[in-house]
């Protein structure tokens, strides 16, 4: 089995970015730019405050909604924190679980990525779980045990199904927000390597079933080199993201 079977996940990381009332221009320019886009899915992932707006503004379109985090308890006395049950209330489908930023920023660990998937999934809700090595594992020989490290943390405990359910999505920190994107062969390198990760794990077809995404600087210049890896199931954009018409392209590039 190979990519054809696997639709490809495009997702917009707007990070902490956004107004509500720009929140509302991108995602009503976006929607209209692909309307017409089909064999591909399309994901927004505004703060918090604009879920809701976007969740309005998306409804009966071809594009989902996400959230940029999740805390594991549904309720109660956890000041700042925002829960499954509150997300899917607001629109979202998915959640992005474990980016580098909140590894490397608010204290992430493969521990509270693992809780949070699991709640993710518990409420009916796939996780986008992140993945991915810094520049200095890289040079030293180090990106398959971290990737490893992170793949395994990050999945532990996860039934077949649960992680069909689950998306992965493989960010090179070295190449997040830098302009430096991963070459297609180095970013094929290690999404197969997470397939093959997965299939020692669970088996040939459910690894063959997982959809990968890559991460870091992509842009409509080299978006389609990068999806036409064999193991490259879409991309988890950024900056791009941010204009209507770049993440569209972005959008368009993995179903030519
Ligand atoms: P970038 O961010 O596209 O701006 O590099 C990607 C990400 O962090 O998800």
């Not at 503004?57 to 049950?85: H, K, M």
């Not at 290690?190 to 997965?198: E, F, G």
Request: with cysteine; proline share 3%.
């Amino acid at each position: 089995m190979g990519r054809t079977m696997r639709t490809p996940i495009i997702a917009g990381n707007w990070k902490l970015n956004n107004t509500i009332s720009e929140a509302v221009a991108l995602t009503t320019a976006l929607k209209d730019l692909v309307a017409d886009c089909a064999g591909v899915e399309i994901i927004v992932a505004p703060t918090f405050t604009a879920l809701a707006t976007v969740s309005d503004i998306i409804r009966d379109s071809n594009i989902r909604l996400a959230a940029q985090d999740v805390y594991w308890e549904d309720s109660g006395a956890f000041t700042g924190e925002v829960s499954a049950p509150m997300l899917k209330d607001a629109g979202c489908d998915y959640i992005i679980i474990g980016h580098s930023e909140r590894r490397q920023y608010f204290g992430e660990t493969n521990e509270s990525v693992n809780q949070k998937v699991k709640t993710a999934l518990s409420h009916d809700l796939k996780p986008i779980i992140c993945v991915g090595e810094q520049l200095e594992d890289r040079e030293a020989g180090r990106t398959e045990t971290v990737i490893e490290n992170h793949v395994s943390g990050g999945t532990a405990g996860l039934s077949s199904a649960q992680l069909l359910s689950s998306i992965i999505a493989y960010e090179p920190v070295w190449a997040i927000g830098t302009g430096k994107t991963a070459t297609p062969a180095q970013a094929q390198e290690v999404h197969s390597y997470i397939r093959k990760l997965l299939k020692d794990a669970y088996s040939a077809d459910v690894a063959s079933q997982v959809r990968i995404q890559y991460g870091g600087s992509v842009k409509p210049e080299n978006a389609a080199e990068l999806m036409s890896q064999p193991d490259v199931d879409g991309a988890l954009v950024g900056g791009a993201s941010l204009q209507a018409e770049s993440f569209a392209e972005i959008v368009k590039s993995a179903i030519l």
